[in-house]
């Protein structure tokens, strides 16, 4: 029988051991950074920023180490002491028990390294193991065996240490080390209470008659198109279809710019981006105009209001904007910098779990780090705060982020090699299955009882699929030479190799997110209202164009609270209950782009060559840590901008002055692409008949409201 004396020897042992496999890990991170630069990235742009004096950045790199420091003495201690309780129930002698400890922790690390392989397919050294070690020899229904096997052998291990104890407890043998034990497992049985505990629901409504719950749900960049309400070939979203075919759905809605936080911004705010300086993502702040918005509207009228999201890095909708609490990830630069580099197995495998909802809050439901997360993780968040809600009735507006790219989460079990439309499809299932379980939570905590609930997304995208803008080449009215002026993207799923222009490369087709205001497909946006337990008239669709500007007028006329004083956005109230109105739905939309670079409009995108693009031009908030686009890159950003105008069967967009490429042809008849600078330029298309020039002296413009449209266009921007 091992003595208390000598155990310590194993644990040394296990130590060196556990050191070599972090420094291992570190080392195989840091070569990676030598090819990707994202280290080189985060922590030349932090000293430029200096942000590394900010208590804010150094407490989160502090509490960083010490989370990994934490996880490793745990993983250490108890294979050490999984293995001393083996010794002990078989009555090893010392070198065997030292063998099986190092056997059981090299075990213990290979089953830890497949199942990041299995369940975080997306870490770095998932990707590492899946293509130098198993190499195509391992399928991924074989590796769920294998890792499940591993887990069961673990499991008895863990099993036959638990019999240890107890006979030790009844033989009062090795009180210390095995008291420690028990402390440990009434700990972690006490954590996994209190969490279940705060999930419970709490059964208060809080509305009233006249004040009814006001719930805005949110999905990121669904195209309604890419729904099974819309198009009976696109994904399968039965809550969605659910919720829509009893409501009054809007089938076009539009984003006056298809990003996240300008759309929000505008939603809350009733206001196009150039009205309150949000006009991209990242936007500064304390720079744009919030003296009128929806949240601010009802907490005067007596509501708590609550915003959520799952990913803040690029939407910093906060307080400012007049809501009570925010539920999401922390924001800033700690979530881009701990959230990036945080790519451990080990604390991969233990981010979705209550462990690494304490040790890991820069990851835990954060889709920003959309390797490891999990969509139950935002959902228990949400109804951890809505268990503490106060009596008032409550506005809340949440915002999932799982139909967003890079479309893949912890535990997904896509194919490596899907094309990004198969992706997206199932990003959406994904989304809608998710909002399902929303709904859930919302009945459980009475919320659904007196209700008016807004379902909508933001924006949609567009991924290299042709009919993505609403060019064709064959409607183009003039010279043809002339779309040379135009982008010309890749059909996604052309090969990479391929030099066939005219079959693989078109005008008709792009990439992204409000980058091209020709897809009115990146802007189109899924817009329904409906009442529980609230009469909002007869169910009906209306085809009619319409902003998401207009939800907030909407909601407000419903609730008979006064309107704002400037607006942009209309109330659709008259149009939801068959009313008589002056509103013109007929009247002009104007759109504008926001920020690009080609390295995000291409189907295949890599997280550090965007990282290390755009990571200098931030700067950082030195109390708050929110990151925000420095002046400079502001100014550029608005001087690049394509602007627009929508009104009737007409768009007018005018293209800035702008770095191009351009299809050259040699003598032998090959092509390739070369880089030019194109002036600033005019693009008028007929969305009826599909007619289009970028020649404003043609026939074409001449005969049709050119000037009237680029008049409003200037007089607005």
């Given at each position: 029988m091992l003595t208390m004396q000598k155990q310590p020897k194993l644990l040394r042992i296990l130590i060196i051991l556990t050191c070599l496999s972090l420094f291992t890990q570190i080392l195989f991170l840091w070569l990676n950074s030598l090819t990707t630069n994202i280290f080189d990235t985060f922590i030349s742009a932090s000293l430029t920023m200096e942000a590394l004096e900010s208590n804010i950045v150094l407490f989160a790199v502090a509490q960083f180490i010490f989370s990994q420091l934490i996880v490793y003495a745990a993983f250490v201690t108890i294979v050490?002491?999984?293995?001393?309780s083996l010794g002990e129930l078989f009555a090893l002698r010392r070198i065997n028990t030292y063998l099986l400890g190092v056997g059981l922790w090299l075990f213990c690390v290979i089953t830890i390294l497949l199942a990041n392989t299995y369940y975080?397919?997306?870490?770095?050294?998932?990707?590492?193991?899946?293509?130098?070690?198993?190499?195509?020899?391992?399928?991924?229904?074989?590796?769920k065996w294998i890792v499940k096997i591993c887990e069961n052998i673990l499991l008895i291990t863990g099993c036959l240490a638990l019999t240890n104890l107890v006979l030790s407890i009844?033989?009062?043998?090795?009180?210390?080390?095995?008291?420690?034990?028990?402390?440990?497992?009434?700990?972690?049985a006490t954590l996994i209470y209190l969490d279940k505990l705060l999930a419970s629901p709490r059964f208060l409504s809080g509305a009233t008659q006249d004040k009814p719950n006001i719930i805005i749900i949110g999905i990121d960049a669904v195209r309604p198109d890419f729904t099974s309400f819309y198009n009976p070939q696109g994904a399968h979203t039965p809550h969605v279809d659910a919720f829509l075919q009893s409501a009054t759905t809007f089938s076009e809605a539009y984003a006056p710019l298809a990003r996240t936080f300008p759309s929000w911004t505008s939603i809350l705010t009733a206001a196009y981006p150039v009205h309150t300086n949000a006009r991209g993502n990242n936007t500064d702040i304390n720079t744009i105009r919030l003296d009128e918005t929806l949240p601010l509207s009802l907490k005067k009228a007596g509501y708590e209001t609550i915003f959520g999201t799952d990913d803040t890095r690029f939407n910093n909708v906060n307080e400012s904007y007049g809501f009570d609490s925010i539920i999401s990830p922390p924001m800033g630069l700690n979530d881009f910098l701990i959230g990036s580099l945080n790519d451990f197995p080990l604390s991969n495998l233990l981010i979705p779990t209550v462990i690494g909802k304490i040790l890991f809050p820069y990851n835990f439901a954060n889709h920003g780090t959309a390797a490891t997360y999990s969509p139950k993780n935002y959902l228990e968040m949400i109804n951890d705060r809505l268990h503490g809600r106060s009596e008032k009735p409550l506005f809340l507006s949440i915002h999932f982020t799982l139909s967003h790219w890079p479309f893949y989460w912890f535990n997904d079990h896509q194919a490596m090699d899907s094309q990004v439309e198969a992706a997206y499809k199932t990003s959406i299932e994904a989304a809608d299955k998710q909002v399902g379980e929303f709904f859930k939570i919302l009945q459980k905590n009475n919320l659904l009882d007196h209700a008016v609930v807004v379902l909508l997304s933001d924006h949609g995208l567009t991924m290299g699929l042709p009919g993505d803008t609403v060019l064709q080449k064959q409607f183009y009215q003039g010279d043809t030479a002339n779309i040379i002026k135009l982008p010309i993207a890749k059909y996604s799923h052309a090969p990479e190799h391929s030099l066939d222009f005219k079959k693989d490369y078109g005008v008709d087709t792009c990439y992204g997110y409000g980058n091209n205001l020709l897809s009115l497909k990146q802007s189109h946006a899924l817009l329904g209202f409906k009442g529980y337990g609230v009469d909002l008239g007869p169910l009906h669709a209306i085809g009619q164009r319409v902003s998401l500007m207009d939800i907030a007028p909407t909601l407000l006329d419903l609730l008979h609270l006064p309107a704002f004083q400037e607006a942009d956005g209309i109330s659709l109230t008259p149009f939801?209950?068959?009313?008589?109105?002056?509103?013109?739905?007929?009247?002009?939309?104007?759109?504008?782009t926001t920020f690009t670079m080609p390295e995000i409009e291409k189907n295949s995108i890599a997280?550090?060559?965007?990282?290390?693009?755009?990571?200098?031009?931030?700067?950082?908030?030195?109390?708050?840590?929110?990151?925000?686009?420095?002046?400079d890159a502001e100014k550029e950003m608005t001087d690049a901008k394509q602007l627009g105008v929508l009104?009737?069967?007409?768009?007018?967009?005018?293209?800035?002055?702008?770095?191009?490429?351009?299809?050259?042809?040699?003598?032998?008849?090959?092509?390739?692409m070369e880089s030019f600078m194109s002036p600033s330029f005019l693009v008028l298309v007929n969305l009826k008949t599909g007619a289009w020039t970028t020649e404003m002296h043609s026939p074409f413009a001449l005969n049709a409201p050119t000037n009237i449209l680029l008049d409003k266009l200037n007089s607005f921007f």
């Open positions: 050490w002491y999984v293995a001393i975080v397919q997306h870490s770095f050294f998932a990707k590492l193991i899946q293509e130098n070690v198993l190499n195509g020899w391992v399928t991924h229904t074989q590796l009844c033989r009062w043998q090795n009180g210390l080390r095995h008291s420690l034990a028990i402390v440990f497992l009434s700990c972690l939801i209950f068959n009313l008589p109105t002056t509103d013109n739905l007929s009247r002009p939309l104007f759109f504008e997280v550090e060559k965007v990282v290390a693009k755009s990571i200098d031009l931030y700067q950082m908030h030195e109390r708050s840590g929110l990151l925000y686009f420095n002046h009104e009737g069967d007409w768009l007018l967009v005018r293209f800035p002055e702008t770095k191009r490429g351009r299809l050259v042809f040699d003598h032998h008849g090959s092509a390739h």
